[in-house]
Nanobody, 124 residues
Framework: QVQLVESGGGLVQAGGSLRLSCAASGGTSSNYAMGWFRQAPGKEREFVAALRWSFGATSYADSVKGRFTISRDNAKNTMYLEMNSLKPEDTAVYAC?????????????????WGQGTQVTVSS
């Protein structure tokens, strides 16, 4: 059973930066894809970014492209989301997810495992 634990959320002013971490344990391997999703109050969960663990291929939502960077540290079995130039509309609960296979899916329903989420609040 894969466990995912996020950390790094918090309160930041518009234009600031945060780095989220997602520590994976319990059976992840190179044949996994991982992603970040977010959900703001009253809104549906939306895709943010995804990463293919083995080769590092990435995919981003248009709303964060050029501002957010997804990466991983193989030795630490940890995925990151570096968020720069944050905007109030980035405020949401951010959750990491993992799926077997290499498909960089943007659909939450394609992911098998989820973390509990971490709150990111961007003040104007």
């Amino acid at each position: 059973q894969v466990q995912l634990v996020e950390s790094g959320g918090g309160l930041v002013q518009a234009g600031g930066s945060l780095r989220l971490s997602c520590a994976a344990s319990g059976g992840t391997s190179s044949n996994y894809a991982m992603g970040w999703f977010r959900q703001a109050p009253g809104k549906e969960r939306e895709f943010v970014a995804a990463l293919r663990w083995s080769f590092g291929a990435t995919s981003y939502a248009d709303s964060v492209k050029g501002r957010f960077t997804i990466s991983r540290d193989n030795a630490k079995n940890t995925m990151y989301l570096e968020m720069n130039s944050l905007k109030p509309e980035d405020t949401a609960v951010y959750a990491c997810a993992a799926r077997r296979g290499s498909l960089l899916s943007r659909k939450a329903s394609d992911y098998d495992y989820w973390g509990q989420g971490t709150q990111v609040t961007v003040s104007s």
